[in-house]
């Protein structure tokens, strides 16, 4: 399970004394995380979830933060919004950021809902519609963090891979961040903003309601940044929408187009460049996959680690592949919007 840093009962008990949430009840390290510890933390006022940040300083946690609290702000002011985004729970004197066993620390409360492992057109539908809202509510977030993992990272990460890959995946991997780069005037050209960055299944929370599933919490805000906004959507399909090849599932890809585009019509330039956006999501996820392994691997043989959660590199080499390959469908029959009403 992914609980890097073991938080023992008796420093987890005084650390809350702090807060006005009464005293621990219980406490269980999350197994589904992949880069933070998480622990679900029981008091008397209720559940919380305890986050240590194993790999970001605590200016970058202060970034984040000021994203959850400005879309809970916006969830909060707009009821037909629906963002429910966990914001972390202050002390008694008003701080919200710790150091826990000397890591970054926050502690939030627990959303209600489940993780859908086959998500269905319902819950595909009503992430991507959540998604363009957030896109929409933090345009006027002042904060600035531009994405770490785009293309100078990509390039980067090229170059520290020629021993680990083999030559036909160099030759895909030099071949696409070439094509990434002659396009790279237009992309930044397109709508940009803030985008979750990491809106894969396992970050979104569902409740079951009479009247089906309801959206009940958009987690893991820790890959947000400023990038454009149609990547973030083809991040959401490469997940949601398709087979680990890449196969499309065109039931979901529709719930996902019809659902984002039911808050926020895609441009022109969008339309044009999703094709290759949904390369740079596979192609990103692909390289910080490699990366994640290749860390977990040094921390293993290092001999401090604890068994994590890795997911499987080439499930994206793959996606990347498809994506390449496969005539792509338009966005929407009609064409997209002129860019100059973005
Ligand atoms: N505020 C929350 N409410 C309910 N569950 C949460 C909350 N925060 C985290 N979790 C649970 O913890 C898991 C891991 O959290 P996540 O932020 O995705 O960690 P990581 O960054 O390590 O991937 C989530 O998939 C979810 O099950
Ligand atoms: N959801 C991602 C993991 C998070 O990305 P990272 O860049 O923070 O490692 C995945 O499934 O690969």
Redesign the pocket.
Known sequence: M?VYTPVPQSSLASWLEQFELGPLLSFRG?????????Y?VTTTAG???L?LF?HHAADEVEQFVALANHLGMANRRHPQLSLPV?APVSNRDGQWLFCLEHKPAIL??????E?VELPTASHTCQAAAALAQLHLAAADLKVQRPNARGLDWWITMAGTLTAALDDSDMALLRDEIEQQRLIHSDWLALPHGWIHG?LFH??V?FENTAAGPKLG?I????NACQDAWIFDLAIVANDWCCDVDGHWDETLLTALLDGYQSVRPFTMSEQNLWPMALRAAALRFWLSRILTRQLQAAQLTSADGQMAISKDPNEYRNKLCHRRQSAIRQITPTGGQPDATR
């Open positions: 992914s999350i197994a589904g995380g992949i880069e933070n510890t998480n679900f559940e919380f979830v986050t194993e966990p939030c409360p627990r959303l209600a809902g993780h990491d396992d970050n929370l919490a987690l893991d805000l820790y």
